[in-house]
């Protein structure tokens, strides 16, 4: 039986010091963020970099992930596997989104419709819009990022975004899923991603 890392020191604990129990629990801390970064360290940045810069439509996840990852199969992979590689590309992607935002290039993150765009220029409104994947772009009063109408809404907007990259940028949510609570997590994307075909003719009708 496999425990999660919480388990092994609840188990231990009980025949350990308390010095011994703080000291088990940091060493598997240590293992679990080396785990990450080995994963991470696989992925060619260069090449998601090279592929955003050349892209001409939205992409989705699946295509992303056979350029980070090559030798993955999605098929054959479990749902923990697949949400680890996922969470890896995510994650990196935020730290792409920060990179692109000072070059004023947008890096626009979701499952079915990543892509990079150039930011509207100073005056036009910067609200994105998820279902169109463009800008608002109409005018804004002085020094304003978005138009009167969506300056009314942004709020909860970003506020979910931000949580979004959080979620990501926390790099212990790598290890907070077992392989029941993954297979929740990602059913209704890889739904999709498993048929990318037929979703993207149907997209075009």
């Known amino acids: 039986m496999i425990l999660p890392v919480w388990g092994y020191c609840r188990f231990f604990s009980r025949i350990m010091t308390k010095n011994e129990s703080i000291k088990c629990q940091e060493t598997l801390n240590n293992m679990s963020q080396n785990t990450f970064e080995n994963h991470l360290a696989k992925v060619s940045k260069k090449d998601i970099q090279n592929y955003l810069a050349t892209m001409t439509e939205p992409c989705y996840e699946s295509t ?8 993955m199969n999605i ?3 479990s749902t923990l596997e697949l949400y680890q590689h996922h969470f ?19 890096l626009r ?3 079915m ?8 220029e100073t005056g036009y409104c910067r609200h994105f819009d998820d279902t169109y994947s463009q800008f608002c772009n109409e005018i804004c009063e002085q020094e304003s990022l978005y138009c009167e109408f969506h300056r009314r809404l942004i709020g909860e907007t970003e506020l979910d975004s931000l949580s979004m990259r ?5 790099t212990s949510n790598y290890y907070k ?9 990602v059913k209704g994307t890889w739904e999709i991603l498993s048929n990318y075909d037929l979703y993207k003719k149907a997209l075009k009708f």
Do not use: G
């Not at 989104?97 to 004023?104: I, L, S, V």
């Not at 419709?113 to 509207?120: G, N, S, V």
């Open 113 to 120: 419709r990543t892509c990079l765009i150039d930011y509207p």
């Open 88 to 106: 890896v590309l995510f994650h990196l992607l935020y730290q792409l989104q920060e990179m692109y935002a000072q070059k004023n290039q947008y």
């Open 109 to 111: 993150i979701h499952f």
């Open 64 to 71: 992303l992930l056979h350029i980070a990852f090559p030798e």
């Open 75 to 77: 098929i054959k992979s």
């Open 177 to 185: 899923l077992d392989e029941k609570t993954a297979e929740l997590f």
């Open 166 to 170: 959080y979620f990501y940028q926390d």
